[in-house]
């Protein structure tokens, strides 16, 4: 009996059931099509992209769209990858940008972070994470153009792109953005799984609505953006946020335990 086990293990011949350990191990993909299939019932123009260790998945994820605030986390790296503050503690002045700047998308305090590091250091931030299309708008730039593959390129490794020194605090503001703020990936229930994020929006119009996000459990990392134009409200967007994250992330949560 052993000599023939092992001989089906050296051919490969082994059979598993169905309900074994080694089929529930199969690696989790995001569900695409059930999220095309909503978006394509909602007004507006949705891109997505996911982002786990070996592949990537995306809808329209090249098509370029304005980056109204989700450019502030590229800020956010470029400003403590700066030579001036990289090497040192963060002070109340460095918070005084930083805090208003992720928690609560203060727009005045990303443009005194952009006049501080420079159009220079974006893009050269950019660069770094191989982001492939992104165009800097320095003057106006919420007008910044991001596109949704781009930005899991650069979300999935977001923690990884600070300076280890400054890593936990920058993680902390992605994770704490006000909860005025958290809809759409923010109202989809993941247990077991760490969230960081960023959101950006045209003024309440609906006319921009981005979010991008990294999903940490223990050493598993996936990053999802999903950009979304010409939405006719801001309330109709954020439901189609949720409703898109939703459907591309079902099946992450943790599910619990069978007693027994």
């Known amino acids: ?19 074994s350990t ?8 995001p569900h695409v099509r059930r999220a095309i299939a909503y978006a394509q019932t909602r007004a507006g123009t949705v891109r997505f992209s996911v982002r786990a260790r070996h592949r990537a998945w995306g809808w329209r994820a090249t098509l370029s769209a304005p980056s109204a605030s989700v450019l502030k986390a590229m800020l956010l790296v470029a400003y403590l990858d700066d030579a001036r503050v990289r090497g040192r503690a963060l002070t109340a002045a460095d918070r005084r940008l930083l805090v208003p700047m992720i928690r609560w998308s203060d727009n005045t305090a990303a443009s005194s972070v952009l006049a501080y590091v ?7 931030l950019a660069r770094r994470a191989r982001m492939r299309r992104f165009v800097l708008d320095p003057v106006v730039w919420g007008d910044s ?16 792109r600070v300076v280890a020194r400054h890593r936990a605090s920058a993680m902390h503001l992605l994770a704490t953005v006000v909860p005025s703020q958290r809809w759409g990936i923010g109202q989809v229930r993941l247990r077991g799984w760490a969230l960081y994020f960023k959101g950006g929006w045209g003024s309440g119009s609906g006319a921009v609505e981005h979010q991008v996000a990294l999903l940490r459990r223990g050493r598993r990392r996936i990053a999802a953006a999903v950009l979304i134009t010409g939405s006719p409200s801001h309330a109709y967007a954020t439901q189609t946020l949720q409703g898109v994250f939703a459907r591309l992330l079902s099946g992450l949560a943790v599910r619990r335990r069978r007693a027994g």
Request: charged share 25%.
């Open 1 to 19: 009996m052993r000599r023939a086990v092992a001989t089906l293990l050296a051919g490969g011949a082994l059979l598993v059931p169905a309900g």
């Open 22 to 29: 080694a089929a529930a191990a199969k690696p989790w993909s």
């Open 145 to 160: 153009l991001i596109d949704a593959d781009d930005q899991t390129r650069f979300f999935r490794f977001v923690d990884r």
């Open 118 to 124: 420079g159009p220079d250091a974006v893009r050269a």
